[in-house]
């Protein structure tokens, strides 16, 4: 069965009495070069697993059991699982798991799963799902590679460079935790039904180290204080979040010790600069 086939898959999802959810943001692929294409990306070998997330009726899941070793598809529309009993019925290395990936532990799959694999994660997103998603897998740890496709927006947003207008909190998260990759977009008629949107494919490959910060959690909070009003300067900004325990002239002072300027706003900082203003910020409540 060619499961790009608009015409095959109409008729598989008839025969299963299957209807699209819009909550659930079910678009099927209907390009047989795009599966094809993000398998290849994921770098899935005989030696690694994949976890899929969402596999909808299985053209990825198809093309990744080619190549790896092992593929666990976590499914949440359980009025797929007969549908994918027969298009996967031909791929014996196909593990199907009923659930919702936001609701699992992530680590006690991969340790009951994936023994004597390297865990790699390749899913067509659904773009509802997206931040979460991305979230839970990066903060695993476990993953050699995670390559997904989503809206093309907010892959150029995980993208984004320090001063540009895609630049936010979720942008340095990923580039905290892995190298980032832009690699092709899917247009939108290249889905059953359509999306209204271009979706791109992103690679992300997990930093054996992450940057040296003093505190993760500390380090994440001033990212998140300096974006939380983007219109604001960093200096206004931080007041907004530690005027509390900080007067708006220490914070000045913390911003020319780290060498910037007072009018700088958060989008202008990159890792390190941010890491820095972290460790000075840190030593400031201290005292």
């Known amino acids: ?124 997103l659904p773009y509802n799902i997206t931040t979460p998603v991305l979230t839970a897998l990066l903060e695993c740890g476990r993953f050699a590679s995670i390559t997904v496709m989503i809206q093309r927006e907010v892959a150029r947003r995980i993208c984004a460079a320090p001063g540009t207008a895609d630049y936010g909190a979720f942008s340095l998260f990923c580039q905290y935790h892995a190298s980032t990759e832009l690699l092709f977009d899917v247009a939108p008629e290249c889905f059953l039904p359509a999306p209204k949107v271009t979706s791109s494919v992103l690679r992300l490959l997990p930093r054996p180290k992450p940057p040296e910060v003093e505190d993760e959690a500390f380090f994440f909070r001033v990212v998140r204080a300096s974006f939380a009003q983007r219109r604001k300067t960093l200096l206004n900004a931080l007041s907004s979040s530690f005027g509390d325990r900080l007067s708006k002239e220490d914070l000045r002072q913390a911003l020319a010790d780290c060498s910037l300027p007072e009018s700088v706003r958060g989008e202008r900082l990159g890792i390190e600069e941010f890491a820095a203003l972290a460790r000075r910020l840190s030593a400031a409540l201290a005292h």
């Open 1 to 124: 069965m060619d499961l790009c086939n608009s015409r095959e898959i109409k008729a598989l999802l008839e025969r299963h009495g299957f209807h699209f959810s819009k909550s659930m943001g079910q678009n099927f692929l209907i390009e047989s070069w795009v599966p094809r294409d993000i398998a290849q990306a994921s770098g899935a070998d005989k030696g690694s697993a994949v976890l899929e997330i969402g596999p909808g009726i299985g053209p990825l899941t198809q093309q990744l059991s080619r190549l790896a070793g092992k593929v666990v598809s976590v499914e949440l529309d359980r009025s797929l699982l007969p549908v994918l009993s027969e298009t996967m019925a031909d791929c014996p290395n196909v593990e199907i798991v009923p659930g919702d990936i936001l609701k699992l532990d992530i680590g006690a799959l991969l340790d009951e799963k994936f023994e004597g694999f390297t865990p790699i994660a390749c899913a067509n």
